[in-house]
């Protein structure tokens, strides 16, 4: 933890580079995000690679698969000082913001805060809503383009649409 003047700094590291990203800058996001979303205590963030986003989601997680975003709240005991960490994938960030038309440094921004209202106690798996109202309200309030919520549920009713309605009235095989 790196404690100065009786303020609690995050701790970023880049592991992986990603054009247009410096440590510094995501420090301060990270910062004004925290703030946004009415978290205390320290983030650390890692920005890191695919292999290594799948070997931390399938120690924690189980599931043998890469991810974008991964977070890692603190245990209660530790949880005034230490909000917990956050890690990202570098390769996920700027293959997303190629797709969606933004830079791969807002990409990283935009999963940052979807990490930090999961320390913050938000679970859009299970909280009905509230965790994609808020992460919308603040992207705004932060000036970041569509969030990662709000992206896959767009993309989620865009693939119902795309799929083929059954027709009705279609004769029923016999044996």
Known sequence: MLLG?????????IKKRVSGLREATLARFILRAKRAAKLRGEVSVLVTSDH??????????GKNKTTDVLSFP???????????????????????????????????EILALHGILHLAGYDHERDNGQMASREAHLRRALRLPMGLIERNSHSARRAQRARPQKRRGTAQLSR
Not at 5 to 13: E, G, P, Y
Not at 52 to 61: A, G, K, T
């Open 74 to 108: 603190a245990d209660a005991v530790s949880s005034n000082e230490l909000a917990g960490d956050v890690a990202i994938s570098a390769q996920t960030a700027i293959y997303n913001a190629q797709r969606l038309g933004h830079t791969a440094a807002q990409e990283v």
């Open 5 to 13: 003047a009786s303020k609690i700094l995050n701790l970023v590291t």
């Open 52 to 61: 290594e986003l799948r070997e931390l989601n399938q120690r924690f997680r």
